[in-house]
């Protein structure tokens, strides 16, 4: 990997983590207000091998585009349906796979919890959204 492409990499992982839970565009114009040369497509291919090597995690939310975090170790996520923002739930991570493996014979590698309803900001405001 060359100089250019660390550096590029390094800037993708700071924007996730100054953002607290972006998507993609959100990274893309947190870098481009101060290096307006680097590309949109360099941040996505960044953001997907960060999210492939497990620097950050990539939150597939079902709807709308996916999320990205820096904190890659296991946690839930609450998601607000009215503005579309991802927040940490402050709950203890389930681990129910040694009972799946046992009734099921399952053997769990990861599993998905998100919260869907309306974020505290939102609902301050009516869950009406200006603009
Ligand atoms: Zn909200
Ligand atoms: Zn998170």
Do not use: W
């Amino acid at each position: 990997m060359d100089r250019r492409n660390t550096i590029q990499r390094q800037l993708v992982l700071q924007a996730v983590r100054r953002l607290d839970h972006p998507d993609a565009e959100e990274v893309y114009e947190e870098i481009f207000r101060e290096h307006p040369n680097v590309s949109k497509g360099t941040i996505y291919r960044n953001l997907n091998i960060l999210a492939a090597q497990g620097e950050i995690l990539k939150i597939e939310t079902g709807e709308g585009a996916d999320k990205f975090d820096f904190r890659t170790q296991p946690h839930y996520h609450l998601r607000c349906r009215l503005c579309g923002k991802v927040f940490d739930a402050h709950l203890p991570p389930l681990s129910p796979e040694k009972i799946l493996g046992d009734t099921h014979g399952f053997i769990v590698e990861r599993h998905n919890l998100e919260f869907i309803g309306t974020c505290s900001e939102c609902n301050k405001s009516g869950g009406i959204k200006n603009g």
